[in-house]
């Protein structure tokens, strides 16, 4: 392997001193397709990273990043990918559980 190839393949790390305060991180990437493995995995991001009120406003539960977090976005879009709508995933959140079983919709064959 060749040091250019090298150089290519890792990622920037930044010093720190270029970074804007506001930066936001990318979204994480959806799943082509969602499978139910997905869905478990988009359940526990939302209920893990749930929206918590704070004295500054609104944080995610789990980090206390502004609310909503990249995790909770990306569980919030499978389920929203795999038929959920927002009603049935806000009551995932309420509930609490993060091994709940997603129901899956019914499909027109």
């Keep these: 392997m060749s040091s250019s190839t090298?150089?290519?393949?890792?990622?920037?790390v930044s010093s720190g001193a270029d970074d804007l305060p506001g930066e936001v991180l990318r979204d994480i990437p959806l799943p082509p397709y969602v499978t139910g493995e997905d869905a478990q995995f988009?359940?526990?991001?939302?209920?893990?990273?749930a929206p918590r009120r704070w004295s500054g406003g609104v944080v995610c539960r789990?980090?206390?990043?502004p609310h909503p977090c990249r995790l909770?976005?990306?569980?919030?879009?499978?389920?929203?990918?795999?038929?959920?709508?927002a009603a049935e995933i806000a009551a995932l959140i309420e509930r609490g559980d993060p091994t709940a079983v997603p129901h899956t919709p019914d499909r027109p064959a």
């Design 62 to 65: 789990n980090d206390a990043s």
């Design 6 to 12: 090298a150089h290519r393949v890792r990622p920037v």
């Design 42 to 49: 988009a359940v526990r991001a939302v209920v893990v990273h």
């Design 72 to 85: 909770h976005r990306w569980g919030t879009q499978v389920l929203a990918l795999r038929g959920l709508r």
